[in-house]
């Protein structure tokens, strides 16, 4: 059992070791874990929320800026790419000058880069500070990650990652309903403006109660060249996922982009072999259950992201709910995970990550498959069912995969073990949605023209099919101005019934990535290195 050993820098002549926290008194503000808890919940809780809540606001935006299609996809484009490519480097730069730092400093970044888009008057400067908020938001979660990781002895731990867990499935999954409330009600700037306060509580609760700890070992210097290298492949990989539905699976310009991201793949892992102090050091991935946590991540993002992008639009498009309703009909989701994300800290403490892990994807698979049978007419209480099984599956590995992934390596890589897990989620998703999006597409251009006709509708040009398939994949009905009552009764019934073929074959698609993802779960074993932050000095 490995264990590390941080010097006190609090003040000048105090070179005296903290004892661990089971030993440490309960009194007092400065590194109480539970505090340091909340304090980090409440920074992370900007970043989930900005996951979600900003999709609702995008109609608005554009409405009132102007903007085109294309320039409000880069509203959420340009968040998601900075976020996605800066998360390991940002976790590299807490391992190097202190999680307390990077996260002092990704709070008041985001918070003051909402502030701007809400002040901004054009469509331009809101691309560009939800750029800023993305680099921010990366230096502000692997930090968190470190600072359970280094305030939390490893019996606590679990339940400690099982909360922060909650508080991102509940701030993803509540997201739509808040930002459905503030854009109904206040307007589009408040959807941003709300985390300039709640960046101030978590700045005053980070400067009040966190701690830094680092490693006595932890790194020195930079991998310029492998940062480079390692940005340019996860741009390279983000940008190819996020264009393929418009450009094609079978563009050029699609695999270049994916060609181009192996390529800096492996460029920068010949290049870690030789670098002193590499940026991830590949010996990380010799640990099977780090790999396996990794890739459980991944899968576990691309069955959950890319299951419930489709939900929305049938809820919305195809029940007809506005976004605040549909959000209030994903509350069984984001109770299940509430409740579930500290009853899974408890279960993997008590049974490590294995078993757990393993039932929560199979009880994922499960509600994919369920949500692969929903119709037009499907009650709210089956809905509710599907929802709720599905955010209790999601539960334990959420908690379970971040634990077996900064659990496993070394201490004074926590940071970079946080960009890793977040990193892997945010490609999950991209992935999800990208690989989910494209069956989808593909189900509604093989149905949609006999579905169409066997209706005995008028058939469609060219142009006008590919128009109809486009509105068709997010449920919408692609009726024309002036069409009788009854044509558009059953073009909307024609429309419905191709949307919910292509979900459920989608649905379906990840009920299966989560089977695989069962079996990866069985590789994953308790953290060796989780007891490295249990008795950690103070810096």
């Known amino acids: 059992m490995t264990s590390q050993t941080t010097i006190d820098k609090t003040g000048p002549e105090d070179k005296t070791p903290v004892p661990p926290l089971d030993q440490a008194p309960s009194t007092?503000?400065?590194?109480?874990?539970?505090?340091?808890?909340?304090?980090?919940?409440?920074?992370?809780?900007?970043?989930?929320?900005?996951?979600?809540?900003?999709?609702?606001?995008?109609?608005?935006?554009?409405?009132?800026?102007?903007?085109?299609?294309a320039d409000v996809q880069w509203i959420t484009n340009a968040y998601f790419l900075a976020l996605a490519v800066s998360l390991i480097t940002a976790g590299k730069l807490g391992d190097r000058f202190g999680h307390r730092q990077t996260f002092l400093i990704g709070v008041t970044g985001f918070a003051a880069a909402s502030g701007a888009i809400g002040l901004s008057h054009s469509i331009a400067f809101v691309v560009t500070f939800r750029v800023f908020q993305g680099l921010f938001g990366a230096l502000l979660m692997p930090a968190a990650l470190g600072l359970l990781r280094a305030t939390f002895p490893a019996e606590k731990l679990n339940m400690a990652i099982g909360i922060w867990g909650m508080v991102i499935g509940a701030s993803t999954a509540g997201g739509p309903i808040l930002g459905?409330?503030?854009?109904?009600?206040?307007?589009?700037?408040?959807?941003?403006?709300?985390?300039?306060?709640?960046?101030?509580?978590?700045?005053?609760?980070?400067?009040?109660?966190?701690?830094?700890h680092r490693a006595e070992n932890a790194p020195r210097s930079f991998d310029?060249?492998?940062?480079?290298?390692?940005?340019?492949?996860?741009?390279?990989?983000?940008?190819?996922?996020?264009?393929?539905?418009?450009?094609?699976?079978?563009?050029?310009?699609?695999?270049?982009?994916?060609?181009?991201?192996?390529?800096?793949?492996?460029a920068f892992a010949l290049w870690e072999k030789r670098v002193k102090e590499p940026l991830i050091p590949l010996?990380?991935?010799?640990?099977?259950?780090?790999?396996?946590?990794?890739?459980?991540?991944?899968?576990?993002?691309?069955?959950?992201?890319?299951?419930?992008?489709?939900?929305?639009?049938?809820?919305?498009?195809?029940?007809?709910?506005?976004?605040?309703?549909?959000?209030?009909?994903?509350?069984?989701l984001t109770g299940m995970m509430i409740v579930g994300s500290p009853l899974a800290g408890l279960a993997i403490t008590k049974l490590g990550p294995r078993i757990p892990l393993a039932s929560g994807m199979a009880a994922t698979a499960i509600a994919m498959y369920g949500m692969s049978t929903l119709e037009a007419d499907t009650s709210s209480g089956l809905m509710s069912i599907w929802f709720a099984l599905l955010g209790f599956g999601l539960a334990p590995v959420m908690v379970g995969a971040t634990e077996v992934i900064v659990g496993n390596a070394p201490m004074e890589l926590s940071g970079v073990a946080g960009g890793l897990q977040q990193a892997a989620m945010q490609i999950g998703g991209s992935l999800g949605t990208a690989v989910l999006g494209a069956v989808m597409a593909s189900k509604v251009d093989n149905d949609l023209a006999g579905n169409w006709a066997e209706a005995g509708l008028p058939k469609l040009t060219d142009a006008q099919q590919a128009?109809?398939?486009?509105?068709?994949?997010?449920?919408?009905?692609?009726?024309?101005?002036?069409?009788?009552?009854?044509?558009?009764?059953?073009?909307?019934?024609?429309?419905?019934?191709?949307?919910?073929?292509?979900?459920?074959l989608a649905c379906l698609v990840a009920a299966g990535v989560a089977v695989v993802a069962v079996f990866v779960a069985l590789l994953t074993k308790r953290g060796q290195n989780a007891e490295a932050g249990a008795g950690v000095g103070h810096i």
Not at 181 to 197: A, D, E
Not at 292 to 320: D, E, K, S, W
């Open 28 to 69: 007092g503000l400065r590194g109480h874990p539970w505090f340091t808890l909340i304090t980090v919940a409440v920074g992370v809780m900007m970043v989930a929320l900005d996951g979600t809540i900003v999709a609702i606001a995008n109609p608005a935006i554009a409405k009132d800026l102007g903007a085109t299609f």
């Open 180 to 212: 459905g409330l503030l854009v109904q009600h206040v307007s589009w700037q408040s959807v941003f403006f709300i985390n300039v306060p709640v960046g101030a509580v978590a700045l005053v609760l980070g400067v009040l109660i966190l701690r830094d």
């Open 224 to 266: 310029l060249l492998g940062i480079a290298l390692l940005s340019g492949a996860m741009f390279c990989l983000v940008w190819a996922l996020i264009k393929a539905p418009a450009w094609g699976w079978g563009d050029l310009k699609t695999w270049s982009f994916l060609g181009a991201s192996v390529l800096g793949f492996v």
């Open 283 to 332: 010996a990380l991935f010799r640990s099977v259950p780090l790999s396996a946590g990794v890739v459980l991540m991944v899968l576990m993002a691309i069955a959950f992201m890319g299951g419930l992008f489709f939900v929305t639009f049938y809820l919305q498009n195809v029940h007809g709910m506005s976004p605040v309703d549909a959000g209030l009909h994903l509350l069984p």
């Open 467 to 504: 128009l109809a398939s486009q509105a068709v994949q997010q449920g919408g009905a692609p009726v024309p101005k002036g069409t009788p009552e009854a044509i558009a009764g059953k073009i909307a019934a024609v429309a419905h019934d191709t949307f919910i073929s292509g979900m459920s």
